[in-house]
């Protein structure tokens, strides 16, 4: 398990006055070589970060589609459709079974690959390469700044991934006629590349790359700071206890600060060209229609869902790849 002078996640680092490098032929320097770390693959840490994200998605994804349907409720005035996440579940269970509450599972599991292997182990990687030479985390800005890039970079590789799954968890809340019945996600992406174009497989990419970005900074951030004040604190010591605390702590920072970003993406994904025209233009677009016909409390809808979903979501996300990275250098390593 990672202390909290390390890196969360990730390789060994040398430790603080080792002895000069001598040259290769030297026995001494042979030694020194086996002694130290064994690192961790840059393959296998995106790899561990795709598989604990997938590994979350499989426990928390109903939580998607409520907060999705809930988003989508009460669009443009109209009158809303979930007032309650108890009755987002129990309507969609008794329209579409409890099957519906795993709409879009298919394209929630390829986003978790591609978006939080991405994510992570770009996040992981930069986090180790700015760390002190005694293994110090980086300050707060470096994280701020690592966070970003890790987002802004896996949000271009997720985006297809995220569209479909935005469509697929809300076509159970239309008309039958109206419903896109896409099979699974790679049905979803074929039929959306010939029937709208390439290009639209990135459909929302700037408010999924504003998303990404704030949830990076806000939940990666603030999830290795809180790991790190609370070890600090002597009241909990770097285990699951701790992780935990810090994934509740992260995960309601995140839910607070992406909702509004995370609504703008959510509607211009899943908006429809009506003769020729996009029902917004864009993220700002949405934002300023909710809060004209909905209200401002309106972009924080579907709040509780949505902390439900990214707070275990984070939890069992950061258990899962912290508990692998173990388990991968005691066995592997």
């Known amino acids: 398990m990672a202390s909290a002078q390390r890196a969360p996640v990730g390789d060994s680092v040398p430790v603080p006055g080792a002895l000069p490098a001598k040259p290769a032929s030297s026995p001494a320097a042979v030694i020194e070589l086996l002694r130290k770390p064994k690192q961790i693959p840059n393959s296998v840490k995106f790899m561990l970060g795709g598989l604990s994200g997938c590994m979350a998605t499989m426990v928390v994804h109903p939580l998607d589609v409520v907060k999705n349907r ?45 978006y939080t292997t991405t994510r992570l182990g770009v996040y992981t990687w930069l986090f180790e390469r700015f760390s002190g030479p005694g293994g110090q985390p980086p300050n707060f800005l470096q994280k701020t700044g690592i966070a970003i890039v890790a987002g802004s970079i896996a949000a271009t590789v997720g985006t297809p991934a995220e569209l ?39 459909r929302g990419y700037l408010p999924t790359v504003g998303r990404a970005m704030v949830v ?31 994934s509740m702590i992260s995960g309601f920072l995140t839910t607070a600060f992406s909702m509004p970003v995370d609504i703008a993406k959510t509607r211009v994904q899943n908006m429809k060209i009506i003769n020729g025209v996009p029902e917004y233009t864009g993220a700002m677009d949405v934002i300023r229609k909710v809060v004209k016909n909905e209200g401002v409390p309106a972009l924080w809808k579907g709040f509780t869902p949505y902390y439900m979903r990214i707070g275990p979501h984070t939890v069992l996300t950061f258990i899962f790849l912290e508990q692998m990275t173990r388990l991968y250098k005691q066995h592997v390593l």
């Open 70 to 114: 809930m988003q989508l409720s009460g669009e443009g005035g109209a009158a809303r459709e979930h007032k309650t996440s108890l009755h987002a579940i129990r309507s969609i269970a008794a329209k579409e079974g409890v099957l519906g509450l795993y709409a879009g599972l298919s394209a929630g599991l390829l986003r978790q690959a591609t």
């Open 164 to 202: 479909s799954m935005i469509r697929m968890t809300a076509d159970g809340r239309l008309p039958v006629d109206q419903r896109r019945n896409y099979k699974n996600v790679f049905d979803a992406l074929i039929r959306i590349a010939k029937e709208e174009g390439v290009i639209k497989l990135w």
């Open 216 to 246: 990076n900074v806000a939940q990666l951030v603030s999830y290795s700071q809180s790991k790190e004040i609370l070890i600090e604190s002597g009241y909990l010591k770097d285990g699951i206890p701790c992780h935990f605390a810090a």
